[in-house]
């Protein structure tokens, strides 16, 4: 019999209000149980007294019903919802500044092309590109860019919607 905890990652959905200090409120509450966040996005919704996070947590089962009930505990938070168990969608977006010179200029543009990223920036010695989908899909051409020498690296962290 195996006593090994199962870790993943879960992605929850938490409604709260859109006023100074919420974000601090649940940063500080993951901090004070030692809770990890893996990613985090936040931004208004279409009503501008609503914003939605998008929140990644490490942990087993235990931890994330935690963490829910932590959350829920808030006045700020409004709903909590595990999108782990559910179909949803979600996305990603990543800003990769990659030094290059001009001999491998063509192969940094290809790679893009491959992944359905987009160049936004060029110089001499970089290219900035812009990528959008699943994490998985970013940690692939983080991982194959890496070889060419990535001078900076900017991820929005997960968001996330229920299908339908």
Known sequence: MS???EL?????SVQVENH???????AGLFSARGFNIS???????????????TIVVDGDEQIV??????????IEVIKVRDLTEQDYVS??????KVAVDSAKRREIIEIADIFKGRVVDI????????????SEKIDAIIKLLTG??????????????IRG
Request: hydrophobic letters at 40%.
């Open 123 to 134: 110089s001499h010695e970089n290219v900035t590109i812009e990528v959008t989908g699943s």
């Open 20 to 26: 100074f200090g919420v974000l601090a409120r649940i």
């Open 39 to 53: 990613s985090l996005s936040v931004a208004e919704t279409e009503d501008p007294s609503v914003s939605i996070m």
């Open 65 to 74: 019903d935690q963490v829910k009930k932590q959350l829920n505990k808030l």
């Open 3 to 5: 006593n090994s905890i």
């Open 148 to 161: 060419y020498g990535i001078k900076e690296l900017a991820r929005t962290g997960k968001v996330a919607l």
């Open 91 to 96: 996305r990603e977006l990543a800003l990769i």
């Open 8 to 12: 993943h990652k879960s992605t929850l």
